[in-house]
T-cell receptor, first 111, second 115 residues
């Protein structure tokens, strides 16, 4: 059973549009949820974290969490070509000290 | 901004040789991790380390792997006898102990190539 799932993409959006990235997870006891951005050949970079149901906004990024549906999403408003990267959803449960990553969604923002 | 430093950036080794990957976590972080990413695949957890001992390890982290914090700053991953399938990018990560702050800071990685 896959623990964290994401659409692999690629997801292509025009510059200035909203990009919507989705993630589901299998461990119902999971408490902490993260979005990392990874440029090709680089390390993951934390861009958002969310712990409570609902929305959390930070600049152009909004993370949404629905624990009942075991669903996390990331919205990127006013997408820029520099947002082109792979976005990794990551989840941490309460019973272990590790974060489990999904396979990532490749985003391409077309100028 | 504080960062996690990893050396070397790229290491080529022959199959069966031992390698040591080095990491200097952020100075006030107390939780340390190693992850790896095989080319084109997802980031995989290897091991977590806190208070000078392993707190969690994955199935990948078998007897060929070990971790050590030999002094107050370095955190190392040793692979005793490398295999071709160990070729991957290895990332060190660390995090603060603040309650509720579980976001990792990753180093830039070491690309290990086993030939």
């Amino acid at each position: 059973q896959k623990e964290v799932e994401q659409n692999s993409g690629p997801l292509s959006v025009p510059e200035g549009a909203i990009a919507s990235l989705n993630c589901t997870y299998s461990d119902r006891g999971s408490q902490s949820f993260f979005w990392y951005r990874q440029y090709s050949g680089k390390s993951p970079e934390l861009i958002m974290f969310i712990y409570s149901n609902g929305d959390k906004e930070d600049g152009r990024f909004t993370a949404q969490l629905n624990k009942a549906s075991q669903y996390v999403s990331l919205l990127i408003r006013d997408s820029q070509p520099s947002d082109s990267a792979t976005y990794l959803c990551a989840v941490k449960g309460t019973s272990y000290d590790k974060v489990i990553f999904g396979p990532g969604t490749s985003l391409s923002v077309i100028p | 901004e504080p960062e996690v430093t990893q050396t070397p950036s790229h290491q080529v080794t022959q199959m069966g040789q031992e390698v040591i990957l080095r990491c200097v976590p952020i100075s006030n972080h107390l939780y340390f991790y190693w992850y790896r990413q095989i080319l084109g695949q997802k980031v995989e957890f290897l091991v977590s380390f806190y208070n000078n001992e392993i707190s969690e390890k994955s199935e990948i982290f078998d007897d060929q792997f070990s971790v050590e914090r030999p002094d107050g700053s370095n955190f190392t991953l040793k692979i005793r006898s490398t295999k071709l399938e160990d070729s991957a990018m290895y990332f060190c990560a660390s995090r603060h102990q603040r309650e509720g702050d579980y976001g990792y800071t990753f180093g830039s990685g070491t690309r290990l190539t086993v030939v």
